[in-house]
């Protein structure tokens, strides 16, 4: 879980500004450069044979009848040589199938549209936070300022426990949001891609905060009567970037498991996690996070490669856990009453940037044009080897990516990613307006934020998608997708109906 800055009043300094990412032009680490140009190499392979196969194949098509001759002729004196070429090339070949990624293609997506009636207006939260009688004073007025900057708008929705009066989670609760969330994610996705259930093969579900004994994933299984070999994992714990790892690990699973299915369904559970306490760094995560979830069906099939959306280039995942200060800044505990809560740390944006540098770094390149990385590699080693007084250079992102999905974790990160990145207002407004709608849903945000830019009809062809987003731990991933085919508005989006409203002004 990652969220926006702690206003003056969390940290009792209210003469301070409140901590912003730090600038991404400072120090870069060498290593995270090299871990790049690694993953760079470990594909050139692929990358050297394909252009020497098409060349090759070009050559030949334009031969007459009499250059066979010769060549004929000439191999009949060259035996050795060419049993040796024709041995290489069978070798290589074989090598390059053997080893090659698969292609995975995202064939398509559902994110969950709550009903109406769980919307939640900012004079209802307080209404309802104050006649619970847990908060005292002090703490009513914390997140009532936290609303107010907070960037979220009055559509965003809570599960239906905590529309009670007063508020009742439970174990009972708690399963009926996660199915609700999840089997309407689903539902919708087996509907629009008209996939047969059975035909699924993997099965990867994420929820950080809710892990009931049967899982999430045995959930969906039992509801959708999922075939008995399908391979399911469940991860807990790992924060709003396990969305990103949820479709890393089934992209693994796909290079294994040849011509199948995988669904990843990305949610975060509220009712059983609402925090009832006064700890102010606790409080937060109550103003933020709000009902959403997300269904992924993604294919290695050639055959799905027409009717697909996108086809997933590049994961790059970072962890900091190592660092006692990143493990610890968004940590679940009990304050001094007993209340369970997720305290965030005053240092949570400054190891967020951390993160997001390091990962920024071993993406450049995978993904940035030759041009930029020769600007980029050029300084860094001028600025190591020569002068570290040598102003940085920051690879221009808005050259490798037409759209961004920076993860709705709050508004300040994401301030701060278009100010670092030098990035638009256009690029940043699908981050801002998910935040706005929806508010922080966790690992399903940037599932969100792609919806938003196919509602608007900027999706084209060959394009090219930056999904980020950091969670607890602390670890910050990044997924690359390319644009298979022109994505046209309508069908199952949850801004079908509203688009047309967006984008809003947000006054603070």
């Given at each position: 879980?990652?969220?926006?800055?702690?206003?003056?009043?969390?940290?009792?300094?209210?003469?301070?500004?409140?901590?912003?990412?730090?600038?991404?032009?400072?120090?870069?680490?060498?290593?995270?450069?090299?871990?790049?140009?690694?993953?760079?190499?470990?594909?050139?392979?692929?990358?050297?044979?394909?252009?020497?196969?098409?060349?090759?194949?070009?050559?030949?098509?334009?031969?007459?009848?009499?250059?066979?001759?010769?060549?004929?002729?000439?191999?009949?004196?060259?035996?050795i040589a060419v049993i040796a070429v024709i041995s290489t090339t069978v070798v290589g070949f074989t090598t390059y199938r053997m080893t090659r990624p698969r292609p995975v293609y995202l064939v398509d997506y559902s994110c969950y549209r709550p009903p109406d009636h769980l919307k939640v207006k900012y004079q209802v939260f307080m209404e309802h936070s104050r006649l619970h009688g847990a908060f005292n004073e002090s703490s009513l007025e914390f997140q009532r300022k936290i609303l107010e900057r907070s960037g979220l708008g009055e559509e965003t929705y809570l599960p239906a426990a905590l529309h009670e009066i007063p508020a009742a989670p439970s174990m009972a609760a708690a399963r009926e949001e996660a199915e609700e969330v999840m089997f309407g994610a689903l539902d919708n996705l087996f509907k629009s891609t008209k996939i047969n259930p059975k035909d699924i093969g993997i099965l990867v579900v994420n929820c950080s905060l809710f892990n009931p004994t049967p899982s999430l994933s045995s959930m969906i299984v039992n509801r959708y009567k999922l075939r008995g070999n399908i391979r399911t994992f469940n991860l807990s714990g790992m924060g709003c970037s396990a969305g990103v790892i949820a479709v890393d690990l089934a992209k693994d699973m796909l290079q294994v498991h040849r011509k199948t299915y995988a669904v990843v369904v990305s949610t975060e559970n509220i009712t059983q996690n609402w925090y009832f306490g006064n700890k102010k760094s606790m409080l937060i995560p109550n103003c933020l996070f709000r009902v959403g979830g997300a269904a992924v069906l993604l294919s290695n099939k050639s055959a799905d490669k027409r009717r697909s959306k996108y086809k997933l280039l590049h994961v790059v995942r970072t962890h900091y856990g190592s660092d006692d200060k990143a493990f610890r800044c968004v940590y679940q505990e009990q304050d001094d009453g007993g209340n369970t809560g997720v305290s965030l740390s005053k240092d949570l944006m400054a190891v967020v940037g951390g993160a997001l540098k390091s990962n920024i770094t071993t993406l450049g390149p995978l993904v940035l044009p030759i041009s930029e990385q020769l600007l980029f590699f050029v300084n860094l080693v001028a600025r190591k080897l020569i002068n570290?007084?040598?102003?940085?250079?920051?690879?221009?992102?808005?050259?490798?990516?037409?759209?961004?999905?920076?993860?709705?974790?709050?508004?300040?990160?994401?301030?701060?990613?278009?100010?670092?990145?030098?990035?638009?207002?256009?690029?940043?407004?699908?981050?801002?307006?998910?935040?706005?709608?929806?508010?922080?849903?966790?690992?399903?945000?940037?599932?969100?934020?792609?919806?938003?830019?196919?509602?608007?009809?900027?999706m084209r062809k060959g394009n090219r998608v930056w999904q980020i987003a950091f969670g607890s731990g602390l670890k910050c991933n990044s997924a690359v997708w390319e644009a298979v085919r022109t994505v046209k508005p309508g069908g199952d989006n949850p801004w079908g109906d509203c688009i047309h409203k967006y984008p809003v002004e947000i006054v603070f």
């Amino acid at each position: 879980m990652a969220t926006t800055n702690h206003p003056p009043s969390a940290t009792n300094h209210h003469h301070q500004p409140p901590p912003m990412l730090p600038d991404f032009q400072s120090t870069v680490k060498l290593k995270y450069v090299k871990l790049g140009y690694h993953y760079l190499i470990t594909h050139l392979f692929t990358l050297s044979l394909l252009p020497l196969i098409a060349v090759t194949a070009v050559h030949a098509t334009q031969l007459n009848l009499e250059d066979v001759i010769i060549l004929y002729t000439l191999l009949q004196y060259h035996l050795i040589a060419v049993i040796a070429v024709i041995s290489t090339t069978v070798v290589g070949f074989t090598t390059y199938r053997m080893t090659r990624p698969r292609p995975v293609y995202l064939v398509d997506y559902s994110c969950y549209r709550p009903p109406d009636h769980l919307k939640v207006k900012y004079q209802v939260f307080m209404e309802h936070s104050r006649l619970h009688g847990a908060f005292n004073e002090s703490s009513l007025e914390f997140q009532r300022k936290i609303l107010e900057r907070s960037g979220l708008g009055e559509e965003t929705y809570l599960p239906a426990a905590l529309h009670e009066i007063p508020a009742a989670p439970s174990m009972a609760a708690a399963r009926e949001e996660a199915e609700e969330v999840m089997f309407g994610a689903l539902d919708n996705l087996f509907k629009s891609t008209k996939i047969n259930p059975k035909d699924i093969g993997i099965l990867v579900v994420n929820c950080s905060l809710f892990n009931p004994t049967p899982s999430l994933s045995s959930m969906i299984v039992n509801r959708y009567k999922l075939r008995g070999n399908i391979r399911t994992f469940n991860l807990s714990g790992m924060g709003c970037s396990a969305g990103v790892i949820a479709v890393d690990l089934a992209k693994d699973m796909l290079q294994v498991h040849r011509k199948t299915y995988a669904v990843v369904v990305s949610t975060e559970n509220i009712t059983q996690n609402w925090y009832f306490g006064n700890k102010k760094s606790m409080l937060i995560p109550n103003c933020l996070f709000r009902v959403g979830g997300a269904a992924v069906l993604l294919s290695n099939k050639s055959a799905d490669k027409r009717r697909s959306k996108y086809k997933l280039l590049h994961v790059v995942r970072t962890h900091y856990g190592s660092d006692d200060k990143a493990f610890r800044c968004v940590y679940q505990e009990q304050d001094d009453g007993g209340n369970t809560g997720v305290s965030l740390s005053k240092d949570l944006m400054a190891v967020v940037g951390g993160a997001l540098k390091s990962n920024i770094t071993t993406l450049g390149p995978l993904v940035l044009p030759i041009s930029e990385q020769l600007l980029f590699f050029v300084n860094l080693v001028a600025r190591k080897l020569i002068n570290s007084k040598i102003k940085p250079y920051l690879p221009d992102f808005k050259m490798a990516f037409d759209h961004f999905c920076i993860h709705a974790g709050g508004r300040a990160v994401i301030d701060e990613m278009e100010k670092n990145l030098r990035l638009t207002a256009e690029h940043v407004e699908p981050s801002r307006m998910t935040l706005n709608r929806f508010g922080n849903t966790s690992s399903s945000s940037i599932w969100y934020e792609l919806a938003y830019t196919e509602a608007k009809g900027r999706m084209r062809k060959g394009n090219r998608v930056w999904q980020i987003a950091f969670g607890s731990g602390l670890k910050c991933n990044s997924a690359v997708w390319e644009a298979v085919r022109t994505v046209k508005p309508g069908g199952d989006n949850p801004w079908g109906d509203c688009i047309h409203k967006y984008p809003v002004e947000i006054v603070f």
